[in-house]
Every structure is written in C-alpha cells, then in structure tokens.
C-alpha cells in the first residue's frame, strides 16, 4: 500500500513527528511505500539543517533525511510555512537577503500542491499534529 | 477537510483553509468540515481586525470560489456554543452525529489540520 504522512508540529516541543517518524519506520520495515513525507506549519522545523540536540532526544531532522536516503523517500516542507519560520535554501536565503540557508539536505521547498498531489497517489495520508 | 481550531489565537485555521483551496484549486472534491471551536469562523459580521492582520471572513467566503464544494458544521458543536443553523451562512450543512459518520465513511482521505 501507497502512504505519505503530513507532518504539523515542531519535533522540539511536541510528541506528534516522532510519532511520525516511528509510524513512517514501521511503513517501511513492513514492505509499504512511502510515497512522501510533507512537513506543514510548525512541521517544517522537521527539515532544519542548523537544530542541535544535545541531550538523549531523538533528533529528528537527521532522522528523517537518513529515512529519506535509505528509502528514498520524498521529504517536502511546505514553503509558505518554511519562510515564516527561517527554513530556507540556499535560493531563498540570496532572494530575501539573508546570512545563512538552514534546510536540510534531502528535502525540498515546495508549495501545497506536492501535499496535493500525494493525497491522489497514495492510498492512505496520515495527518500528525491535526 | 477536519479543522476543529478556534479561528483566531492561532494560525491553524488559516492554514487549514489555504489547504483547503489547495485541495480545490487542483481540482479534488474537498469538504470543509468544522467542529468544536472551528464553527465560530462561520458566524457573519466578524471584526477581528484589533487582534489580527487579516480577516478570515473573506477567505472563508471564497472557498466556493477556489472548489471547496462543501462546508460542513457539527451540530453538536454548534449547540454547545449557543449556536442554531439560522445564525450560519446559507450554504452550510449542518450534520448531527450519524450524518458525521456518514460523510467521514464517503470519502476517501480525511486531513486533519
């Protein structure tokens, strides 16, 4: 069966991405597909490359891009939600000026017609933090 | 869609109904469907203009604008608010408990924002 997950809360203060995170794991390891993982609102703080975990948490960015890379699944954050929150690429930190790009390798800025469109490809869409 | 958010406080509702537009824009057949504080942002005559930089009467309103083809109202929700059918745009349906369970088993994904 066809998944993707729409991911809502910050990885840092709420329980809901690594609810996520352990769901999209069990998805693989149990022979489903993955189709895309798409972070919204608070969600794309799941894509920062700049986030430092010191402590026994999970780090969830990291996570993430190493469940994309042996999965290849996509990772898409939503790229309204990502401006308002510093979570930018190299493209967007030249376009508004600013000093530092802070998302994370493997994933992609886009808009919510990705979200669309895994809701038509998958058979079942997950909504974390909703 | 599911959005039980109060429209104001935060910026879930926004999202939900950009989501929503989303959905519609590209040509799926979306209900938007409001419980427990999410009703409120049915009511007419808001002025949230005080508290917040925009209005969520207009965007709401343009829902059918962008394909949203249904707006959906939880009867219960309403009730518990002091809230009738009457105090709501023409447009919505309002759904008791069973007429829930109806639409949530009619479509295919749910999306909770």
């Known amino acids: 069966m066809i998944f993707s997950l729409l991911v809502q809360e910050s990885p840092s203060s709420r329980q809901s991405s690594y609810s996520a995170y352990r769901f999209a794991r069990e998805l693989v390891d149990s022979g489903h597909e993955l189709f895309r993982v798409f972070f919204f609102r608070d969600g794309v703080h ?48 030249a376009r508004y000026g600013r000093p530092a790009a802070s998302l994370r390798t493997g994933c992609d800025l886009s808009g919510l017609g990705q979200l669309v469109e895994a809701c038509i490809r998958s058979d079942r869409v997950l909504s974390f933090g909703g | 869609m599911l959005c039980r958010s109060a429209p104001y406080g935060s910026s879930r509702v926004r999202d939900a109904l950009d989501l929503a537009m989303a959905l519609g824009a590209f040509e799926q057949a979306v209900s938007l ?76 994904l749910v999306l909770s924002v």
Do not use: Y
């Not at chain 2, 009467?57 to 949203?68: C, M, N, R």
């Open chain 2, 33 to 108: 469907l409001l419980m427990d504080d999410a009703v409120l942002m049915l009511l007419p005559d808001q002025d949230p203009s005080p508290a917040v930089s925009k209005s969520l009467l207009k965007v709401s309103g343009a829902l059918e604008t962008f394909g949203v083809s249904a707006v959906l109202a939880d009867a219960d929700a309403l009730a518990k608010r002091g809230l009738a059918a009457t105090d709501l745009p023409e447009d919505v349906t309002v759904l008791g408990t069973a007429e829930l369970a109806e639409t949530f088993a009619r479509h295919r």
């Open chain 1, 46 to 93: 799941n894509a920062s490359a700049l986030n430092c975990v010191t402590g026994p948490e999970p780090d969830l960015p990291r996570l993430w891009q190493e469940l994309a890379e042996a999965h290849r699944v996509d990772l898409v954050a939503c790229v309204g939600s990502a401006l308002r929150r510093g979570i930018i690429d190299a493209g967007e930190a």
